[in-house]
């Protein structure tokens, strides 16, 4: 299922502990155990420099409660676009949801269109003080399409139509932000470079707007990822992984280093959340979600 049908629409992998490289393994072991042994650290990841956290959308296949029971058994202590109806089992399970979703029209209608402002203004000013009384921080939104429309007049739309919401955002505390994505796998979607998106954060000039930088999509539009985050980071609140070409693992099989790309991160002194938002290609998928997750400890 493509990630644009998982929003729209809103069998546990086995695990070969001999296989599991370095320090999973002792995590993955407690799966054999009852959860109340399981030790982890909920919502601040499992490494020093980088905190971990993962899309259920790319491992479908796997129940979401079952999903959730082994993020928390291998100290993944967070995951990404979950919405209210979930977020008790989140708590349930002590895993922090990383980036919250639900205010949202859809990836085509967003900010940069006058027509979709008076729902989307009343949405994220029902799901804002949400967001914040759960205990979460991040809530992701879109561009919409260009539809004809020209980037500056785009810009010049979400400029305004956000700060009806921001001040709301800043009073909770709460970070709006808004997702790149490359034009091969989302024709017309506005929001398709840096440049763009940092434009619109120094209009907006909140550190409640921020742009989530997916790394997958912006290697397809941009190139150039590390020095990218070495030069913009501020303006970035959140990352997330694949593998180019294909949306698929980050091992060796694709083009980009992430070891290197985690620690271009890590030096920045980034202490949100990366989440991973590839589609495993293998039978076991969990065993892919753990592999990703060694790569980018650095």
């Known amino acids: 299922m493509k990630r644009r049908k998982f929003i729209e629409k809103t069998s546990l992998t086995g695990l070969a502990l001999g296989a599991l490289p370095g320090s999973l393994r002792a995590n993955a072991k407690q799966l054999n155990q009852p959860e109340a042994d399981a030790q982890v650290n909920p919502g601040l990841g499992t490494v020093e420099k980088i905190n ?9 296949d796997i129940p979401f409660e079952e999903f959730l029971i082994t993020l928390r058994r291998l100290g993944i202590g967070a995951i990404d676009l979950v919405g209210p109806k979930d ?8 895993i922090h949801c990383s980036m919250c979703n639900g205010a949202e029209l859809s990836l085509v209608e967003g900010w940069n269109n006058p027509e979709y402002h008076p729902q989307l203004i009343e949405n994220y000013k029902a799901m804002i003080p949400l967001v914040a009384e759960a205990g979460y921080t991040n809530l992701i939104c879109f561009s919409g399409n260009r539809d004809g429309m020209s980037d500056a007049e785009g810009l010049a739309n979400c400029v305004s139509g956000l700060r009806q919401v921001l001040p709301l955002a800043e009073k909770h505390g709460v970070v709006l ?20 998106g940092i434009a ?33 980071h501020q303006y970035f609140g959140h990352y997330h992984t694949a593998g180019v070409p294909g949306r698929h693992e980050i091992d060796e099989t694709q083009e980009l280093y992430y070891p290197a790309i985690m620690q271009a991160i ?33």
């Open 52 to 60: 971990h956290s993962v899309c259920h959308w790319c491992f479908e």
């Open 87 to 94: 977020w008790p089992l989140l708590k349930k399970h002590n």
């Open 177 to 196: 932000q808004m997702e790149l994505f490359n034009q091969i796998d989302h024709p017309d979607y506005m929001c398709d470079n840096s440049a763009w």
């Open 200 to 232: 619109l954060c120094q209009a907006l000039g909140s550190e409640n707007f921020k742009l989530l930088f997916d790394i997958y999509h912006m290697q397809i539009q941009e190139g150039d990822i590390i020095r990218s985050i070495q030069n913009n």
């Open 266 to 298: 890590a030096q920045t002194g980034f202490n949100g959340f990366v989440a991973q938002e590839f589609i495993p290609t293998g039978s076991d998928t969990i065993a892919s979600l753990i592999r990703a997750i060694e790569i980018c400890d650095v």
